[in-house]
């Protein structure tokens, strides 16, 4: 499931992903939330969280997760990328190189530093 993370400001864009994620949760929650800031503020901010129960996405959620990050590749101005799990970290790391933009990953114990961090 995906659920949004209050108290950033506005131009983020910030979710908490656990348990399985489903495609639905990306044509719910997600996209729109995306649409909504980008059509707001043009260039807007992106913090992902996994967090320490999330246990994995389906397959339809990785494509979904595809199609959201390739029709909006060029509307973050940075992204945070807050997980666990290695193989999300060393994805990040190899796609920050393409993505326009700073890019930084953090633990989960590192949440307040990635929420600081976007916010600036």
Do not use: C
């Amino acid at each position: 499931m995906i659920e949004i993370i209050e108290g950033m400001p506005d131009k983020v864009v910030a979710v908490n992903a656990s348990g399985v994620v489903k495609e639905e949760d990306y044509d719910k929650v997600l996209v729109p939330l995306i649409e909504d800031k980008k059509e707001k503020y043009g260039k807007i901010r992106f913090l992902y969280q996994l967090d320490k129960d999330f246990e994995r996405f389906t397959r339809k959620a990785m494509l979904e997760d595809a199609k959201a990050a390739t029709q909006h590749f060029t509307s973050f101005e940075k992204i945070a990328v807050v997980s666990d799990e290695d193989w999300v970290i060393n994805a990040m790391e190899i796609f920050k190189y393409v993505i326009p933009g700073p890019v930084r990953t953090y633990s989960n114990e590192e949440l307040a530093e990635a929420k600081a961090w976007i916010s600036e």
